[in-house]
């Protein structure tokens, strides 16, 4: 892991309710390759272990990625700008979603945990994963390997190399299970599944 920038936990909070909390991506339009990875990802999932699941997604944005599971399944998920917790409302109206910062929300056990492009955009994400992904039996996560490279977004706390990734699911006591890599941008990405090792 390396440190990007200097921004307290209130900077980044700013920076995401800048623009009077409007700054908001449908990323299902703006990124829908990553969307569409996650997505299926989680239909790999279900595949494996079928019937209702519990999914939350903390850090939702407008919803793109767990929304699309709603109405078989039951969704929860925070985000901290009230436009994108709107937009979910909107867009997935069985989603239980909340605004608030994911620091101020009890972890709370689920089937399926959604953690994409969220882990660099948080002051400790160490301490967030040590706290969530124990309570998941599956777990999705996203984010770019910036490693020594610059980083353009001016929101990302953290720069991750590829031990950074593996380890999420360590720290959790999931088996990665499944790993992609993909450019977007200028950025090489990289996303997974885990599931709970059976001795957890």
């Not at 069985?94 to 969220?118: H, M, T």
């Amino acid at each position: 892991m390396r440190r990007l920038n200097e921004m307290t936990h209130e900077e980044v909070i700013a920076y995401n309710l800048r623009d009077g909390g409007t700054a908001v991506t449908i990323f299902a339009d703006a990124q829908t390759g990553r969307v569409m990875r996650a997505r299926g990802l989680i239909r790999n999932i279900l595949a494996e272990d079928p019937g209702p699941k519990f999914i939350y997604e903390p850090g939702c944005s407008a919803g793109d990625i767990s929304g699309f599971f709603s109405e078989d399944h039951r969704v929860a998920a925070c985000d901290v700008t009230p436009d994108a917790v709107r937009l979910t409302r909107e867009r997935w109206p069985k989603v239980e979603v909340v605004e608030a910062e994911v620091e101020d929300v009890e972890p709370v056990e689920c089937d399926i945990l959604v953690l994409c492009e969220f882990m660099e955009h948080v002051i400790d994400p160490v301490g967030l994963a040590e706290a969530w992904l124990p309570k998941a039996r599956h777990v999705i996560i996203g984010h770019p390997l910036v490693g020594d490279n610059w980083d353009a977004e001016p929101g990302h706390v953290w720069a991750y190399y590829e031990p950074d990734f593996r380890n999420w699911f360590e720290i959790g006591g999931h088996e990665l299970v499944e790993e992609q890599h993909f450019p977007m941008y200028d950025l090489h990405m990289v996303i997974g599944r885990g599931r709970r090792r059976a001795s957890q």
